[in-house]
Nanobody, 124 residues
Framework: QVQLVESGGGLVQAGGSLRLSCAAS????????MGWFRQAPGKEREFVAS????????YYADSLKGRFTISRDNAKNTVYLQMNNLKPEDTAVYYC?????????????????WGQGTQVTVSS
């Protein structure tokens, strides 16, 4: 069992930046692929980014490439999402996700474990 706790959300003006963090419990953090998803009001949850267990490979939603960066620190059991040049359409609840298997495809299969979500609001 893996427990995920997100932090770092908040209110920011358009053009600003935020860094989300997700702390994971459990052993062998590096054996899990990690990722971020988001859900805006009235919309389905969508894939944002994912990272393999050793942080060698990262994946992004096409629309977010260049603005968002995912990273992880396996010594701290933490995954991050750096969000730059934020836009009002980035407003959503952001969820951290984990899936067993260092190279698991979260973009295709979704998360096996989920955090409770953190709200990101971007004002225009």
């Amino acid at each position: 069992q893996v427990q995920l706790v997100e932090s770092g959300g908040g209110l920011v003006q358009a053009g600003g930046s935020l860094r989300l963090s997700c702390a994971a419990s459990g052993r062998i953090f590096s054996s899990y692929a990690m990722g971020w998803f988001r859900q805006a009001p009235g919309k389905e949850r969508e894939f944002v980014a994912s990272i393999t267990g050793s942080a060698v490979v990262t994946y992004y939603a096409d629309s977010l490439k260049g603005r968002f960066t995912i990273s992880r620190d396996n010594a701290k059991n933490t995954v991050y999402l750096q969000m730059n040049n934020l836009k009002p359409e980035d407003t959503a609840v952001y969820y951290c996700a984990a899936r067993r298997g260092a190279y698991s495809d979260l973009g295709r299969w979704g998360g096996e474990y989920w955090g409770q979500g953190t709200q990101v609001t971007v004002s225009s």
